[in-house]
Nanobody
């Protein structure tokens, strides 16, 4: 069906920047809203940012002014650019996408999650 593959996580110093990416692949008819969520140990998964196929963005308050989400519709890829990173931004970051895909004789829409990529902000 559909897979989301993430990349770009790692260790970064406080105040640094990191760019993640998430590419959707498979029998895709259309990728609808894409987004990123994060989950720190012992905490619930929370929104980072989302972006619609038309480019409308939504950010969690924690990332406003520091994070920018963009997408390349031709590549079915979403990119969150994270700047001025803080230790509290450390978490597993998960890509999420609503994807309309080809099924037998029709199309169907489903929500997918990536496997996650770790971001650690530490000196």
């Amino acid at each position: 069906q559909v897979q989301l593959v993430e990349s770009g996580g790692g260790l970064v110093q406080p105040g640094g920047s990191l760019r993640l990416s998430c590419a959707a692949s498979g029998r895709i008819f259309r990728v609808n809203e894409m987004g990123w969520y994060r989950q720190a140990p012992g905490k619930q998964r929370e929104l980072v940012a989302t972006i619609t196929s038309g480019g409308i963005t939504n950010y969690a308050d924690s990332g406003k002014g520091r994070f920018t989400i963009s997408r390349d519709n031709a590549k079915n890829t979403v990119y969150p650019q994270m700047t001025s990173l803080k230790p509290e931004d450390s978490a597993g970051y998960y890509c999420n996408a609503s994807v309309t895909y080809y099924s037998v004789g029709t199309v169907q829409t489903n929500e997918y999650w990536g496997q996650g990529t770790q971001v650690t902000v530490s000196s």
